[in-house]
Every structure is written in structure tokens, then in C-alpha cells.
């Protein structure tokens, strides 16, 4: 099983909080780095120092990292128009050697976009497919080659399709591209869009008697696209609250505000023998990749202890 770090630094977090994590990530032997992309923060607090912008933070990281992978849980559709993204997306992957993963959704959050002027349309679905479409329209188009679409919500005309990504899709190794990775509860919509552009499902934070459906759901649709449901990397997100003992189990829900038996219940978390526990459940359950959410940016330790004595146990 692969155990991904998800960090929330909307929460409260700058580009060398962000960086210390990375490194340790990579330091440490967990398999990538990935950060949410918001642009306030959830809930009361502080809302210093401020959001960090997702891609400008994975163009810094690609440059200060040599072996993780890289991305988003998720970029939104609502903030950048698809011809940008993929100039983004295609930059940041040749920066970082090849290791970045586009995470990619609707959006949800109303409030962010209203205090930073972005639009926020009622109905989104559209976008987001469109927005798939031209971004791996443009990485897929071969070089020399011109892309068009012209849609309900985007138009592109006689574009060159320049920056390529290093990688190769997933999806048709002849043409450029980076992973994708769709994810959701909605139960056809979404499904359909994974089983369509996606190289991985993810679900995040779902009742944990709902994953197993969600994974049949995508597997299904795979099949009505007559795509192999082999093709895709299954994942789900959780948050993570580790501890030596249960007191430390305690301090550390303490420090994220949160309570240890509903981290128990919603979450992994727990001692070392809770958690190893836990991972083999969600594996039993079809999850092949975990991404652990780690709320306190500041507890190095906490990175280091999963690292010693959760992942050796998983491999």
C-alpha cells in the first residue's frame, strides 16, 4: 500500500511550513506529497499567515525535492481557465523531472471564492468535464499538431498544445501526460468522469461502510466504457492522529482540535498497532493508496514515528 502526506495549508500554514513537510515526506520514504487547494481557511481561527497558492507552492517543491510525486486533492475547475492549467501542470511536471499528479474537481467552497473574486458558478459538473477534456486534449495532441474544442464553457482555437508534461499518460502511453486523479461520492456522474480521464479514484474522508461501494461503482462504469477497472489506482483520505501511546494519541487530537475516538472512527488513528490495523481494513476494502492527512504542519515527529512503525508493517 502507498501512504501519501495530504496537508490542508489553508489552515494556517506558509511555503517553508509546507516545505519542512515535503522533505520529511521524502526524507522519511512515504511516496508523495500532496496539498489541498484552497484559498481560506475552514472554520474559526487564526486565518494567518495567509493561503499559498497550490501550484506556484509544487513549482518551489519540484526544485527542492529529487524523488516524491507531487499534486493536488484537488485543484478546483473554478480557478483557472483548462488552458492555463495545463501550461501549469506541464511546466511544473518538467521541473520536478516527471513526478507530478493533477488532482482535479469541481470546487465547493463558495465562501473562498467570494472573498477573492473568482466566480462561482451554481452549476459546475460542465466545466470540470470540459475542463478534462482540454487538458488532456492539449498534453495528448502530438507535437506539431494544433488543438480545438469548442464548447459550452470554453473555446480554443488553432492552439499549439505547448508546454508537454515529461510523463506519458497512463491512459495512452504515445502521447504526453500526467496521472489524473478524479474523485467523489456522487454515484454516476462521477464515476463515469473517473472510469473516462482518470488514472486514479480517490475518495476523501467517506464513511468507511461506503468505500467498497464507491470503488464497485467506478469499476462498473470502467466497464461500460469497456476499460479494464485494473487500469486504476483505488484511494480514499484520512486523517491521521498516531501515537506511541494513547496519551500521545490524546495530545496530538488535542492539537487538531479534535477528539481521539471519533479520529478512531473516522479517521487512522490510534497507536501503532490501530493504525497498522486500520490500513489493513481499508485495504480489505479495496484501497490500494492511502493519503494521510497530516493537520499539524509543525509535528515532524508524528511523520517520523508512521514512517518507523506504521509503514514497514504495510510492505
Known sequence: MDLRIFTEPQQG??????????????TLGFDAFFRSDHYLRMGDGDPGPGPTDAWTT????????????????????TFRHPGVLAIQVA????????????????GWFAAEHEAYGIPFPHRRFGLLTEQLEIVTGLWGTPEGERFHHHGEHYTLTDS??????????????????????????????????????????NVAFPPKDQIAEKFAGVRAACEQLERDPEQLVYSVAMVVCVGAYDAEVSRRAAAIGREPGELRENGVAGTVAEAVDELGRLAELGAQRVYLQVLDLHDLDHLDLVAREVMPQLR
Open 13 to 26: 500554514a506558509s511555503y517553508d511550513d509546507l516545505l519542512a513537510v515535503a522533505q520529511a515526506t521524502e
Open 160 to 201: 499549439p498544445a505547448l508546454p508537454k508534461p515529461v510523463q506519458r499518460s497512463p491512459l495512452d502511453p504515445g502521447r504526453a501526460g500526467v496521472p489524473v486523479v478524479v474523485g467523489g461520492m456522487g454515484p454516476r456522474r462521477t464515476p463515469a468522469l473517473a472510469a473516462r480521464f482518470a488514472s486514479e479514484f
Open 91 to 106: 511546466q511544473v511536471d518538467q521541473m520536478s523531472g516527471g513526478r507530478v499528479e493533477l488532482g482535479l474537481g469541481a
Open 58 to 77: 509544487l513549482a518551489g517543491l519540484a526544485r527542492e525535492t529529487s524523488r516524491i510525486r507531487l499534486g493536488t486533492l484537488v485543484t478546483s475547475a
